[in-house]
């Protein structure tokens, strides 16, 4: 903190507060740009279908400047951990490189997650920004037909190919020799290169875009603008963190076993530390087990950003995300830990999502801890078998081979301090960007035919605010071929959990159904091949509620059962609301109720 | 003799074209109880000027053409019908789980928002069709008697079907159509396939569901309307915008109400190409609209009407989403009432937030206390107090001065002009940023268009933002304080057809490509020979939505051809989608198939020939300005600038700038180095 203050105090303010707000909105724009051209022009439905996908700006220093609209998970820590790795691979950067980065060894997320990065070179060949695309690949050359490898010993189990730093272009054209190896590793290549051509489309637009402002600006210019923009958002960090109160809470959360990890799963503990005096907020992972041999481990990137993510849902939302505000948060990291200390060749093939969620859910339940009305509970952990990896051949399309990853059925948002939950989050580092699939355009697509998705009643994470309620989702093959389904679901055992007396969301199901309708339990993760007539039925999970139900406003309640979330019984025994025969609230039998499920 | 009359959140502004191709332009307070009201009274007032008496007046009418905010506005308020959702069983939730998506992730203050209709007016109804178009589970007729049983105990006022895949096998939303029109005897109904046959469940239920709600009330608003002019002496033929930035019947209107909805700004690129064309000879025009509370801006490149697939009432992914295409617009919350605002941080806010109408900017002296971008062009001098709208209002800049000071100049410890100036700065910041994100951001370069500013608050800052884009010149149309009324009267007569048929570039079905646009094309050709009789020019334009294999999101691309002839016909059309996605996303991939989607003519009848009109300079506008005014402006600081009236200014005669040209309608400042010319069309148009 000392180094921010000093080096604020010796920088004069350069800039007008006009231009300041101007170039902000423009290099927001430059990423907006980015992610409207690879949803447009993906090939795989992870793209375009669910826009699994992050675009960003770093400075010279290797400082995140903006992700506006990006996925949390991808790009609050490691987008100066990926381009710092691209500087020291490749010392001699130069105008038409783009490198691929995967490697959760050199700050990626994870290895599906295949970034193109740009250096923004300047007439003169000086670097003076970095941009970045961020997009979930629907293959990614695992062993098997997934990008989740949960099992996974190691990175050669896995099998994923991982690409530190590696340049893909030269003066804008590609490297064949790349392009031909991709081909031969990695599922349904054709569609794999066409992200490849969006991804490399939108990050040459926002390089375009980049290069624009310096010529418009002067480079001098921008990098004033970064580190102005940078101690702006410090300052409104600062001014964010003031308005809670100083204090500290421990929490827990655990992943549910796969195999690899112990019987009783992955137990996850964070230390939460507010200074509203120093404005300081410091995240303990370090109290955490050993990297396992599984493909649950945090990529530094994921395990730091994920307790960031905890921080940002908790604190006031118009703090700018960006290595300014990031300068008072703290993350600790113990080397070696499952918690983002493992080291090549521990597999992270899942980095983005379970354990992550693991992280991210315990750290906003302490802030509700620490302050009520602050922070949330629980977000319901992922992948259920609605959001499967689904693969074969289509019989309908002379056999074609496909692969894609479902986003047909999850929901997971978790009562906050002010507001019910947000019914689609997904899951945590999501934080309910990405889009859910249509039916239609799913049974187009692929030859599945998903016979029912609804929400399910009575399942919702009980609270002041609640939790979203699980929902349920039925699909299997059509066309007379088979249909491999493969998912790492976590949220079976281990509910997300409410907070301050809210109630857990719902945990997961899921089920093989049999032709003649008979249900088979499935394990957390599994590989499946349904035949014909065959079907997997899924229930995802809720999220946790926030505060004691029966301080949920009485109206609020009337209108869940009105609109059939919860049903009158669940009203009277969880809410203490009496609703009678016509809906209408029976306001006596309600206070008497609420006053003994209060304790008084 | 043609009236247009567009009904605005404030105003109702009524455009008139005599029997001589004169315009007149008039403006009314919007009557938000009852709008027919305030058209009377705007029909009224253009008696008064014109010396005769609104029957007299409206006798002469022969086309009446009408824009309303009606059935927005009843959306936002929650005054739509009491309507059912019929879905298909196993699938009630598709209004509710929408398409995902989410904007601010870290912001949990806006809660989720609630399905367009309630989940407990949702049924499932038995039945289920394949992709295919195959029957997975037969429509069970007493199920849906059942359910229709319960719609009448709950009474509910209209219904909206829409079934998975009714797009590839409409069977089982006829049956239930049938059924609602026999056991359900005068509550109207919308299916999904004959409405908006699209792909995507979600879109196509929520345009379904919205059409349904808005029947009731849109068809009784109509035929008000419809009775009350012709009560009031109107004969001829009644016309009403739609969303598409076209017209069509009344009668037609009230059966796909929908089609109403956002239909207000749509007309503002109309009327912006026709003075681009007159005024500029650009081939692309920015066209903006300033309003009190939004910024409405559009872009028309070599004369076409930008079209956006999304539309969203309200917010993305916060709002419902419309499932037509419709005139691209972008709205942002900027105007004459947009408040502004210094955060904790130290950083000038302009908007989205706005003073509106009531309190209105603190200079209105309603009790408005924040300062908006109105005070601060009221402290600059750009704004007189005593001709505020030709004098109908008296500002007081004393409140102005004390909120700019207050909340802007204080906390940033600037002086009263210097504030006032960052406001008027930002707000064109503002502005231009939405500019740049229909123009830049798609790759196109303002510096070779034109900027046609339209709207009342258009004048204070539309130099400013011109000259900040590199504009290649700027035009205010005397008729640009009615846009919108001024786009209608040009308008076209449309009617706009879909079909979705599927095939592939390299196995392309001749045969269902072609039996496609045979039946668009069919459809169109009745529409013209019917509703359009008596137009004075006719086509019929043919689209396919296209997209390279494996992508999702097509690219609509105009057809040169109506029919598939040959194998060259096919590789000209995909060369055209080539092009066309390069000029979007940078790159074109030539190794790819390229897949047909959805297919679409559009048939327009010309409804007027000759030149657009000129403006009548109203007796009643006559007035006497000062000559020069003292006005502040950046960089200049406060000068000694020139007067004139907008209306007395001839063809061709210029002024430079600093100066304020001044209309019963806005005020327009030429900043100093700009310069402002009378053309022949009668708009000012600004070299900067």
């Not at chain 1, 002041?464 to 493969?486: F, K, M, Q």
């Not at chain 2, 000027?49 to 086309?63: F, K, M, P, Y």
Request: charged share 25%; aromatic share 6%; net charge neutral.
């Amino acid at each position: 903190m000392a180094r921010a203050k000093t080096r604020r105090a010796k920088q004069k303010t350069k800039l007008d507060p006009i231009t300041l707000a101007v170039l902000h909105k423009r290099f927001d724009a430059v990423t907006t740009k980015m992610a409207n051209t690879l949803l447009r022009t993906g090939r795989s439905g992870v793209l375009n279908l669910a826009r699994d996908f992050s675009t960003s700006v770093v400075t010279r220093e290797c400082e995140l400047l903006t992700g506006a609209e990006s996925l949390p998970i991808h790009h609050l820590s490691g987008a100066d951990l990926m381009a710092r790795s691209m500087m020291d691979l490749h010392p001699n950067l130069k105008r038409g490189d783009a490198y691929l980065h995967n490697s959760p060894y050199h700050g990626c997320s994870h290895p599906a997650d295949h970034t193109i990065l740009v250096p923004v070179i300047d007439k003169r060949g000086e670097h003076q920004f970095t941009v970045w695309v961020k997009a979930h690949q629907a293959d990614c050359g695992c062993s098997q037909p997934t990008t989740y490898m949960g099992h996974a010993r190691d990175v050669y189990e896995e099998g994923a190919l991982i690409f530190p730093p590696t340049k893909v272009q030269e003066n804008y054209e590609d490297n064949e020799d790349f392009i031909n190896f991709c081909r031969m590793r990695i599922r349904v290549p054709e569609q794999w290169y066409g992200d490849y051509l969006a991804m490399i489309g939108a990050a040459r637009i926002g390089e375009r875009e980049v290069l624009a402002m310096g010529d418009e600006y002067g480079w001098e210019t921008l990098h004033d603008f970064s580190k102005e923009w940078f101690d702006y958002s410090e300052k409104l960090m600062i001014s964010a963190i003031r308005k809670l109160l100083t204090g500290e809470a421990t929490t827990h959360s655990t992943h549910d076993p796969v195999p690899g990890t112990p019987e009783e799963g992955i137990p996850i503990t964070v230390h939460v530390r507010i200074d509203n005096k120093k404005a300081a907020i410091e995240v303990d992972l370090r109290d955490n087990p050993d990297a396992m041999p599984c493909g649950l481990n945090l990529s530094e990137a994921c395990a730091r950003t994920g307790a960031m993510i905890g921080v940002f849902n908790s604190i006031d939302d118009i703090v700018p995300t960006n290595a300014g505000s990031f300068r008072r948060i703290n993350v600790l990291i113990r080397d070696g830990s499952v918690a983002g200390g493992g080291k090549h060749p521990t597999s992270m093939s899942v980095a983005t999502t379970n354990l992550a969620d693991r992280v991210t859910s315990p750290v906003q339940r302490a802030f509700s801890k620490i302050q009520d009305g602050i922070g949330l509970a629980e977000c319901g952990p992922i992948f259920p078998a609605s959001m499967g990896v689904i693969s074969g051949f289509d019989p309908r399309n002379n056999n074609e081979p496909f692969v894609n990853h479902l986003f047909l059925m999850v929901t997971g948002g978790a009562g906050a301090g002010k507001t019910d939950a947000w019914l689609t989050i997904l899951h945590a580092g999501n934080a309910g960007m990405c889009f859910v699939d249509s039916i239609e355009l799913d049974e187009l697509h692929f030859p599945i035919y998903i016979k029912t998705r609804r929400l399910m009643p009575d399942t919702e994470g009980a609270g002041r605010t609640i939790g979203a309620p699980s929902g349920y989702c039925e699909y299997g093959p059509v066309g007379g071929g088979d249909l491999e389904v493969v998912y790492v679901s976590d949220g079976a055992i281990n509910a997300s959990k409410g907070t301050l007396g809210g109630l857990n969301g719902a945990a997961c199901k899921n089920f093989l159904m049999r032709a003649d309708g008979t249900l088979e339990n499935l394990p957390a993760c599994a590989d499946i091949i349904l035949k014909p007539g065959e079907n997997v039925a899924s229930y995802c999970t809720g999220g946790g509620g926030y505060g004691p139900p029966h301080e949920r406003p009485v109206e609020k309640v009337r209108e869940d059962v009105e609109e059939k979330w919860i049903t009158r019984e669940r009203a009277w025994k969880v809410y203490g609301v009496a609703v009678d025969d016509a809906g209408q609230v029976d306001m006596a039998r309600t206070k008497r109720r609420r006053k003994r499920l209060g304790g008084g | 003799m043609r009236f247009a009359v567009d009904t605005g959140g404030t105003f109702t502004d009524l455009v008139l074209e005599d029997n001589r191709g004169r315009l007149h332009m008039f403006k009314a307070p919007t009557t938000p109880q009852d709008p027919v009201e305030g058209i009377l009274a705007a029909i009224e007032s253009a008696a008064v000027a014109l010396s005769t008496s609104t029957e007299d007046l409206l006798a002469q009418g022969e086309l009446f053409i009408h824009g309303t905010t009606h059935a927005t506005n009843a959306i936002v308020t929650g005054g739509t019908a009491k309507t059912a959702f019929l879905t298909t069983k196993g699938h009630p939730d598709i209004l509710v789980l929408r398409e995902g998506g989410r904007m601010e992730p870290f912001n949990f203050l806006v809660p989720f928002p609630k399905p367009y209709i309630p989940r407990a007016l949702t049924y499932e109804v038995p039945e289920r069709m394949g992709a295919d178009g195959g029957v997975y589970e037969p429509l069970d007729e007493a199920g849906v008697l059942g359910i229709i049983e319960e719609l009448k105990e709950k009474e509910v006022e209209a219904v909206a079907v829409s079934l998975l895949w009714s797009t590839v096998n409409p069977a089982h939303e006829i049956g239930v159509g049938r059924l609602l029109k026999k056991h359900l005897k005068g509550v109207p109904y919308t299916l999904s396939h004959v409405l908006n046959p699209i792909l995507r469940e979600y879109r196509r239920a929520s345009s379904t569901c919205i059409d349904a709600s808005l029947k009731p009330l849109m068809s009784r608003y109509i035929g008000g309307l419809q009775e009350r002019l012709k009560a009031a002496g109107f004969g001829g033929r009644l016309l009403m915008l739609t969303s598409k930035g076209g017209v069509m019947d009344a009668g037609e209107l009230a059966e796909a109400p929908i089609h109403s909805v956002g239909s207000g700004p749509s007309m503002a690129p109309i009327a912006g190409r026709h003075f681009s064309r007159a005024d500029a000879r650009a081939a692309t025009a920015i066209v903006a609209d300033t309003g009190g509370t939004t910024y409405d801006v559009s872009l028309v490149r070599r004369g076409e009407i930008p079209m956006s697939p999304e539309t969203w009432l309200g917010q993305r992914y916060r709002g419902h989403i419309l499932g037509f295409p419709s005139v691209d617009v972008k709205s942002i919350g900027a105007g004459g009432g947009s408040i502004a605002w210094v955060d904790e941080g130290g950083l000038l806010h302009v908007g989205p937030q706005s003073a509106g109408a009531e309190p209105g900017p603190a200079c209105y002296g309603r009790g408005g206390a924040r300062p908006t971008l109105t005070d601060a062009s009221l402290v600059l001098g750009h704004i007189d107090p005593d001709y505020f709208l030709g004098g109908a209002m008296t500002l007081k800049p004393a409140e102005a001065e004390k909120a700019i000071t207050r909340d802007v100049g204080e906390p940033l410890g600037l002086s009263l002009q210097e504030a006032a100036s960052a406001i008027l700065r930002l707000a064109t910041e503002n502005m231009v940023g939405a500019i740049e994100e229909i123009t830049i951001h798609q790759g196109i370069d303002p510096r070779g268009a034109v900027l046609i500013g339209g709207g009342g608050a258009a004048g204070l800052n539309s130099v400013a933002i011109a000259k900040r884009l590199g504009c290649q010149g700027l035009v205010i149309p005397e008729v640009g304080a009615a846009l919108s009324a001024a786009g209608a009267m040009m308008s076209d007569l449309h009617a706009d057809y879909r079909s979705m048929f599927f095939t592939v570039t390299d196995r392309f079905d001749f045969k269902g490509a072609n039996a496609t646009l045979r039946t668009l094309g069919d459809r169109c050709r009745a529409f013209i020979k019917g509703p359009g009789k008596g137009a004075v020019e006719s086509a019929t334009e043919f689209y396919v939505e296209a997209r390279y294999k494996h992508q999702i999101w097509e690219i609509d691309l105009g057809l040169p051809i109506n029919r598939f002839r040959s194998k060259k016909d096919v590789e000209r059309t995909r060369a055209a989608f080539d092009e066309v996605h390069e000029e979007v996303f940078a790159f074109r991939d030539p190794s790819s198939e390229v897949e047909f989607v959805g297919w679409r003519a559009v048939a327009r009848c010309k409804l007027r020939k000759g030149r657009f009109g000129r403006l009548v300079r109203e007796a009643i506008h006559e007035t006497t300005l000062p000559k020069r005014r003292e006005a502040y402006f950046a960089g200049k600081g406060l000068v000694n600038a020139r007067v004139a009236a907008f209306d007395s200014m001839k063809a061709g005669e210029a002024m430079r700038g600093p100066a304020i040209i001044e209309s019963p309608f806005t005020t327009v400042v030429i900043d100093p180095g700009a310069r402002a010319e009378r053309t022949r069309s009668g708009s000012l148009f600004i070299t900067l």
